[in-house]
T-cell receptor
């Protein structure tokens, strides 16, 4: 079945460091891909998305490119801030019917040190 | 933007009692509601999908008599954990989808059964 695999955390970086969180997926058809962020004590927020191959999603300095050839959607940010500390979830949604489900990876906890 | 209000945010209950969790879409009509469960350091696992006015569709392995889902209106869905036990302790989160609106998540409910 469809699945999402993302790097395990926690990931600890210093402020202004470069961030990469790897994500690969397995899916039939042509899924949409997402990154969600969960700040401490809060629910999930959509961070960015891409709906077709070679699309690049971006938001708040974060970027991810939909790579069909490598079935990947790695999250990157050039210079992280303490406020980026959160749990990041890679996810996919199949596009086959109106009750499409979102399938999540296990999440990667990110700690940014000042 | 779209907002989903989920209550309570935290609840502690005694083993054997039932707990109801509510999710309301505040400014859109949620034609479909998804309920997820998140174990510590694990991903969000989809429990069930409900369409307004219809019976919920449960994922494999989820006990429908234990996790009662009601989606009686386009703005309200409830999840009732019946005869709760400590192993039901988890983080429960809803997601609503409506026409013209993507998946919007509630802020989650931390259930602790003692």
């Amino acid at each position: 079945g469809d699945s999402v695999t993302q790097m395990e955390g926690p990931v600890t970086l210093s402020e202004e460091a470069f961030l990469t969180i790897n994500c690969t997926y397995t899916a039939t058809g042509y899924p949409s891909l997402f990154w969600y962020v969960q700040y401490p004590g809060e629910g999930l927020q959509l961070l960015l998305k891409a709906t077709k191959a070679d699309d690049k999603g971006s938001n708040k300095g974060f970027e991810a490119t939909y790579r069909k050839e490598t079935t990947s959607f790695h999250l990157e940010k050039g210079s992280v801030q303490v406020s980026d500390s959160a749990v990041y979830f890679c996810a996919l949604k199949t596009n086959m019917n109106r009750d499409d489900k979102i399938i999540f990876g296990k999440g990667t906890r990110l700690h940014i040190l000042p | 933007g779209a907002v989903v209000s989920q209550h309570p945010s935290r609840v502690i209950c005694k083993s054997g009692t039932s707990v109801k969790i509510e999710c309301r879409s505040l400014d859109f009509q949620a034609t479909t509601m998804f309920w997820y469960r998140q174990f510590p350091k694990q991903s969000l696992m989809l429990m069930a999908t409900s369409n307004e006015g219809s019976k919920a569709t449960y994922e494999q392995g989820v006990e429908k008599d234990k996790f009662l889902i009601n989606h009686a209106s386009l703005t309200l869905s409830t999840l009732t954990v019946t005869s709760a036990h400590p192993e039901d302790s988890s983080f429960y989160i809803c997601s609503a989808k409506g026409q013209g609106y993507g998946y919007t998540f509630g802020s989650g409910t931390r259930l602790t059964v003692v």
